[in-house]
């Protein structure tokens, strides 16, 4: 069967591209549709078309359709999980847990739609009376990427729909199952035609298109730094609101007064689960030297315990990298770091398994430097690399000198400096005792410097993207 794009309510055919498990690329997970140009410019002018009504639609309405939603995407989790877990790579439980979670987002945004407020003020001018309000923003295009195909989709949709907006779904190229999943269950719980429109296929004709569109009144995209870029000058020729959440190079910071075994199961975990292909991975471990050899040794051991297997197989730690172009890369940083002079302590084989996939052991380097480009630079793989420092002075600085900004983590049981790294730390989120990567789902989410752009996702904060206010002025 060909999965088809959803434009104005009716699922729409074109070219099929076929979805690969990266398991065992012998297992296709299923064919899916490729959006013309003209296709995702109708996609839009559908949303522009719903848009009047649905931004005025009654709140039980709104209500309704995110709560039935979010109730199907959990009552079938186990499902979706392992469609997730085939397309992308990460996990059973993982992927479970990432369905589960973009549910409990529909659900929270459920929520939100009985809760908008506004505020009611004097007006410094007496009998005037002043109330302000937030009003949709229109059309919102929306552009994820490959590495959580649920979980993206649905907080940024979520939101879109809940304050009224109207939305074209571009989901990543790689992962369209999921996205197609999730468009099929808001079509089936009564979205009006229009309201919520899929185009599925390549960025650099579906996603273009879309930048290139002055119907579109704002874009949310997750992706690479460079894209990112894209989006942003495109928004300004057409005057519209963007919002980016881009590239990361995370710092965990270990400290010698750290508990060993909880800095060396975050720092796991920070860097290699879900294949390390987290935004929020740990790709930089900042040890002080007190604690750098134990730390490594511990790690290693820890390292060697991991199952690298199918993502789906009951026991796997790690599942494979998304594609043979990002184990490339992956394989092409370790090279880089050899040359750099960093140690490769452990790992950064392929590994071969039971099916054709692209499996790789997890790489530690150590004895790096902040300068090198394994430590400045995005990989996107269960890569990390120990920066060993001399005090908890150097960490930090060290921690902060990088061009991203999203999240950041330090292991430590003193007070005074976990107190002092979050307020010290340049970051949008910063973990104490806790993997950098792995976050609520109610509350903001996003970073600073080169890794975000404009108001914070997730939460009630996601208001400030998805709205905008207006101030109204009344003589009695
Ligand atoms: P990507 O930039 O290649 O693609 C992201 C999306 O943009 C895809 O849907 C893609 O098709 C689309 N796209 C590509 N070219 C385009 C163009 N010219 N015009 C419009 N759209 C275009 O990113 P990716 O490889 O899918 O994802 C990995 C990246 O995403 C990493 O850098 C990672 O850090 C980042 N990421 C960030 C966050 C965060 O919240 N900060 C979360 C997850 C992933």
Redesign the pocket.
């Known amino acids: 069967m060909l999965h088809r794009n959803l434009i104005a309510g009716e699922w729409v055919g074109g070219d099929g591209a076929t979805n690969v498990n990266p398991s065992n690329t012998n297992d296709i997970v299923g064919e899916y549709a490729r959006a013309s140009c003209d296709q995702a410019r109708a996609a839009i002018a559908a949303a522009k078309a719903a848009f009047p009504a649905w931004s005025l639609s009654p709140i039980l309405e709104r209500h309704a359709l995110l709560k039935k939603a979010a109730d199907e995407i959990i009552a079938r989790k186990e499902e979706l999980g392992r469609l997730l877990a085939r397309e992308e790579g990460k996990t059973l439980p993982e992927a479970i847990g990432e369905v589960t979670r973009a549910g409990q987002i529909f659900d929270f945004f459920a929520g939100e739609v009985l809760r908008l407020s506004g505020e009611v003020l004097p007006s410094v001018r007496p009998g005037v009376g002043v109330e302000i309000t937030r009003d949709p923003i229109g059309v919102v295009g929306v552009?994820?990427?490959?590495?959580?195909p649920i979980a993206?989709p649905a907080w940024k949709i979520a939101p879109a729909l809940a304050y009224g907006n109207t939305v074209v779904l571009?989901?990543?190229?790689?992962v369209p199952g999921c996205a197609w999943a999730l468009v099929d269950i808001l079509h089936r719980a009564g979205a009006p035609a229009g309201v919520v429109n899929l185009v599925m296929?390549?960025?650099?004709v579906?996603?273009?298109t879309?930048?290139d569109s002055p119907e579109l009144d704002a874009i949310t995209?997750?992706?690479?730094?460079?894209?990112?870029r894209?989006?942003a000058l495109?928004s300004i020729d057409h005057n519209r609101k963007y919002q980016?959440?881009?590239?990361?190079k995370n710092p965990f910071v270990i400290l010698d007064d750290a508990d060993l075994s909880v800095a060396v199961e975050a720092a796991a975990n920070s860097s290699f689960f879900s294949t390390g292909?987290?935004?929020?991975a740990s790709s930089r471990l900042i040890v002080t030297d007190g604690i750098h050899d134990r730390f490594v040794a511990a790690l290693t051991e820890r390292l060697r315990s991991l199952v690298v297997d199918d993502a789906l197989k009951p026991g796997t730690h790690i599942g494979p990298v998304v594609d043979a172009g990002?184990l490339r890369q992956d394989e092409d940083y370790i090279d880089i770091g050899k040359k750099e002079g960093a140690h490769l302590a452990f790992g950064g084989d392929r590994l071969e398994r039971d099916n054709p996939g692209f499996f790789l052991q997890p790489a530690l380097f150590t004895q790096a430097s902040n300068r090198m480009r394994i430590a400045r630079e995005?990989i996107?793989g269960p890569v990390a690399a120990v920066i060993r420092v001399k005090d908890y002075d150097e960490a930090l600085a060290t921690a902060n000198d990088t061009s991203f900004g999203?999240s950041s983590g330090i292991a430590t049981t003193s007070l005074k400096h976990a107190t002092h790294f979050k307020r010290h730390s340049e970051a949008g989120m910063v973990m104490v005792n806790l993997p950098t990567a792995g976050v609520d789902f109610h509350v903001p989410?996003?970073?600073r410097k080169g890794?975000?752009y404009g108001p914070r996702?997730q939460g009630r904060y996601a208001a400030e993207f998805y709205t905008t206010v207006k101030t109204a002025y009344t003589s009695a």
Do not use: H, Y
């Open positions: 552009i994820t990427p490959w590495n959580f993206i571009k989901p990543a190229d790689l296929g390549r960025g650099s579906v996603g273009q879309m930048l995209f997750t992706g690479s730094t460079g894209t990112g894209r989006v495109a980016l959440e881009m590239g990361g292909q987290r935004c929020t990002q995005e996107f999203l989410f996003g970073g890794s975000s996702e």
